[in-house]
């Protein structure tokens, strides 16, 4: 018998997340699919002029360079064009960005719909409300949590010797944001059975920021734009940035939500008839 035959509905009664995984992955490729293309479309709109920006600015940069170096700054240049002379052009790189964003789309809603097939055994959150949560706490552990140590820079910014450094740094602000939401959520269940609601909320909420904190605090800080480089610019991208990723996460959740409260319908419509 499966997990939703046995728990239909949640204490308020409303349908718990129903369905065999393969169901629920195909839910989440369709989701993290649309969610994908969504977020490509923003990405389009509000970050590719800020990018045409910065790589006008690096050209500009080298360009300068060869005048005053002679023809030692060209194969530079060329290591890091971005232009039409690169070997994929920017018309090219634009048209791929719709694919870049639909494939990790695909991958973030499999991995989604993997996590949220394993959390329905152990809470009672209707099924919408959890996907909801999920998308809220991945966004804040893959997206949020290293963006505010290390947001994101346009081309023109950044040491291209020091990038695996800075990858890896990436990559282990990840981690720390995964174990600030396993750690609020442990503090949440520890305090399930508290009377004052407040408590209840706070106290997940002060674990999570003390253990992003700490980590902060260990982790080194990466700055390599320069004092030339437009503030204003540099600020306009990372926006963009990060409003690309949010309107990744919340279509998504959304999304999956959507598709979750319409699957529960339709079963509810089949044992009713």
Same mark, same amino acid.
Do not use: C
């Given at each position: 018998? &499966?997990?939703?035959d046995?728990?239909?509905?949640?204490?308020?009664g409303?349908?718990? %997340?129903?369905? &065999?995984?393969?169901? *629920?992955? +195909?839910r989440?490729?369709?989701? /993290?699919l649309?969610?994908? %293309?969504?977020?490509?479309?923003?990405?389009f709109?509000?970050?590719?002029?800020?990018i045409?920006?910065?790589i006008a600015?690096?050209?500009?940069? =080298?360009?300068?360079a060869?005048?005053?170096?002679? =023809?030692?700054?060209?194969?530079?240049?060329e290591?890091?064009?971005? /232009?039409?002379?690169? @070997?994929?052009?920017?018309?090219?790189?634009k048209a791929?960005l719709?694919?870049?964003?639909? +494939?990790?789309?695909?991958?973030?809603?499999? !991995?989604?719909? &993997?996590?949220?097939?394993?959390?329905?055994?152990y809470?009672?959150l209707? =099924?919408?409300?959890?996907a909801l949560?999920?998308?809220?706490a991945?966004?804040?552990a893959i @997206?949020?949590?290293?963006?505010?140590k290390?947001?994101?820079?346009?081309?023109?910014?950044?040491?291209?010797?020091?990038i695996?450094?800075?990858?890896?740094?990436?990559?282990?602000?990840?981690v720390?944001?995964?174990?600030?939401i396993?750690?609020?959520?442990?503090?949440?269940?520890a305090?399930?059975?508290?009377? !004052?609601?407040t408590?209840?909320?706070?106290?997940? !909420?002060?674990?999570?920021?003390?253990v992003v904190?700490?980590?902060? %605090?260990?982790m080194?800080t990466?700055?390599?734009?320069s004092d030339?480089f437009?503030?204003? *610019?540099?600020?306009?991208?990372?926006v963009?940035?990060?409003?690309?990723?949010?309107?990744?996460?919340a279509?998504l959740?959304?999304?999956?939500a959507?598709l979750?409260?319409?699957? &529960?319908?339709v079963?509810?419509?089949?044992?009713?008839?």
């Amino acid at each position: 018998m &499966s997990l939703s035959d046995t728990r239909p509905t949640s204490p308020g009664g409303q349908a718990i %997340l129903s369905g &065999s995984y393969v169901q *629920l992955l +195909l839910r989440g490729l369709l989701a /993290g699919l649309l969610a994908g %293309l969504l977020a490509g479309a923003v990405a389009f709109v509000v970050g590719e002029p800020h990018i045409d920006s910065a790589i006008a600015i690096e050209e500009a940069a =080298g360009e300068a360079a060869d005048h005053d170096h002679g =023809g030692a700054a060209v194969v530079d240049e060329e290591a890091h064009s971005h /232009g039409d002379d690169a @070997e994929v052009s920017r018309t090219g790189q634009k048209a791929g960005l719709f694919l870049a964003t639909s +494939l990790a789309g695909l991958a973030l809603g499999a !991995l989604y719909a &993997s996590v949220l097939h394993f959390a329905r055994r152990y809470t009672d959150l209707p =099924g919408w409300k959890l996907a909801l949560t999920g998308a809220g706490a991945a966004w804040l552990a893959i @997206e949020a949590v290293p963006f505010f140590k290390y947001p994101a820079n346009p081309p023109a910014v950044g040491d291209p010797d020091t990038i695996n450094e800075r990858t890896l740094w990436w990559l282990a602000a990840v981690v720390l944001g995964l174990v600030a939401i396993a750690v609020a959520v442990a503090v949440a269940k520890a305090l399930s059975n508290q009377d !004052l609601h407040t408590v209840r909320i706070v106290g997940p !909420l002060i674990a999570f920021l003390v253990v992003v904190g700490l980590g902060y %605090l260990v982790m080194p800080t990466i700055d390599e734009v320069s004092d030339d480089f437009p503030a204003s *610019l540099l600020w306009q991208f990372r926006v963009a940035s990060f409003t690309v990723q949010v309107t990744l996460w919340a279509a998504l959740g959304f999304i999956f939500a959507f598709l979750t409260e319409r699957a &529960s319908r339709v079963r509810a419509r089949a044992f009713g008839s």
